[in-house]
């Protein structure tokens, strides 16, 4: 008695390790039938579920049986002691299948029924108190044997666990298809957000680059984009992978000059597990990731020159190995580079290799700034003052005479500086129509904030600053606070401020 209890408990216990130990409900069962046989002697189990097209009670997991036997293995509901436990959703204990008209033997597997003392044992499996398939087991069976209770009562535990792991695979089955439909359905607002024609410019020289895009897009070359900071060098890289054969492919980012040097070889190419301390696991880089896709390697100037030997093999033979690695790997990317410096510069001062150079050089696209493309600033402005509007519930407009004062602005950081400045004046006002007076308290802060592709060693001095640019300084950095609960990060990003500037002008104007 003693030992059948601790066997039917080193059962329950093993079946537990192996619903936990995978999702997959066909993985889970196969273990869990296995276990019945191996540990409590129990031969044919079985897991039978209702086929959600045909109605049928098909075999989905079985223990013993060939192939052909679990095709053979089909019933209708009510049909046999298998349809009857699924039409009832009770269990049904038959103590010796020869003797019982009910079972039909439809797999054929036990042979002739009538020479062996066979007992099968059928309980329902519920999802949500609905009969959604039954768990069978053959035991032989005679009078030395403990009752069959005992087994009834282990198998109501199992079809219990059974059920529980169902209704856990279509929760992770139904998020896996919710996850999928969203993924599909940003990459299409993506593609369509990115798509060539969203671009927003008119000027002669936007339409060159336009042109340049349309015909690069379609081929494999490896395009270098160059311009100042702002200018939308991002855009105009996934423009042309959007507009590519690759556009349902990866886009991969990479900052070359935001990854500290150490860092940057396992970032571009992955590492093996252990091989450099805090490599607790092996990981694949971006030119893996961006395999049939596109590697944007923003700020391509920057790329360590010691790097560059290896970086200059890989976009030759698109083969690399892993930081730690021996195994070759291979890859198909399309590499698109961005850069704001003076590369023809670098090459005279050896900091940049020229072979690296015309390597990534094949296609130049130029993006002129913003000062030298003056007819698209109101097509951005009313571009961006749309969508903050809608962002943010407002209806913010801008006066004719701002309007003028925004084209007269030198916009050193370019789109990046006068979309900022947009976003920032339709959060912060609280007027519907700006005048010039009103954009000139904002173009004062912007100008006293970090200018994209600008870089301050310390907090700017501004004790000479007016009285009342200082005041306005001060209710602005109060009202982004509100704005933003508090949040000094937030506030910052919103204002175009680092996290040390905001923190030193708060001291500077003791807000609370």
Known sequence: MMDQKILELTALYEISKAFASSLDLKVASNKVIDILSSVLGMRRGTLTLLHPETGELVIEVAHGLTREERERGRYRV????????????????????????????????????????????????????????????????????????????????VASQIGQAVKVTEMVNQERQRLIERNQRLEQELQHKFRLRNVVGHDRKMEEVY?????????????MIRGESGTGKELIARAIHYGSVRAGAPFIKVNCAAIPEPLLESELFGHEKGSFTGAIETRKGRFEQAHEGTLFLDEIGDLPLALQPKFLRVLQDMKFERVGGSATISVDVRIIGATHRDLERALRDNTFREDLYYRLNV?????????ERVADIPLLIEHFLKRCNEEHGKTVEFSADALETMVGHGWPGNVRELENCVERVVIMTRE?????????????????????????????????????????????????????????????????????????????????
């Open 78 to 157: 009510g049909e046999g002691v298998t349809g009857k436990v699924m039409a009832t959703g009770e269990p049904m204990v038959v103590p010796d299948i020869g003797q019982e008209p009910l079972f039909l033997n439809r797999t054929g597997a036990r042979g002739d029924i009538t020479h062996e003392n066979i007992a099968f044992l059928c309980m329902p499996v519920r999802v949500y108190g609905d009969t959604i398939g039954v768990l069978s087991v053959d035991r032989l069976f005679d009078d030395r044997m403990m009752s069959l209770e005992d087994d009834l009562r282990v198998l109501t535990i």
């Open 211 to 223: 042109e340049a895009v349309e015909r690069v897009a379609g081929t494999k070359a490896t395009v």
């Open 363 to 371: 296609v130049p696209i130029y993006l002129p700034p913003v000062r």
């Open 432 to 512: 519907t129509v700006i005048d010039a007076e009103e954009l000139k308290k904002h173009l004062k802060l912007l100008l006293r904030s970090d200018p994209v592709g600008a870089s301050h060693v310390a907090p700017p001095h501004d004790h000479s600053l007016p009285g009342n640019v200082r005041t306005i300084e001060r209710e602005q950095i109060s009202e982004a606070l509100r704005q933003c609960g508090g949040v000094q990060a937030k506030a910052a990003k919103l204002l175009g401020l680092t996290p040390r500037q905001i923190g030193y002008k708060i001291r500077k104007y003791n807000i609370e």
